[in-house]
């Protein structure tokens, strides 16, 4: 693979959040659908019937069933 300085920036700043949520799954996730409903006003979305409260739902589902 070409080394890409886009690219290589793009996954510096992955490891960088991910260093920060000490490189858990779980507190990734729930950094991330953070984000998403803080900024979701600017994300592209196809399907209008599904919002980032439905997302966090199934999130603390899954978590439940897992504990």
Same mark, same amino acid.
């Given at each position: 693979m070409k080394n890409d300085p886009v690219l290589n920036r793009i996954q510096e700043a992955r +490891? /960088? /959040?991910s260093m920060q949520c %000490? +490189? #858990?799954p779980k507190k990734?996730?729930?950094y991330y659908l953070q984000r998403q409903k803080n900024h979701q006003s600017k994300l592209f @979305? %196809? @399907?209008k019937n599904v919002d980032v #409260?439905? @997302?966090v739902e199934c999130v603390k589902r899954c978590e439940t069933k897992q504990a």
């Open positions: +490891h /960088i /959040i %000490d +490189h #858990e990734l996730v729930a @979305n %196809d @399907n #409260e439905t @997302n």
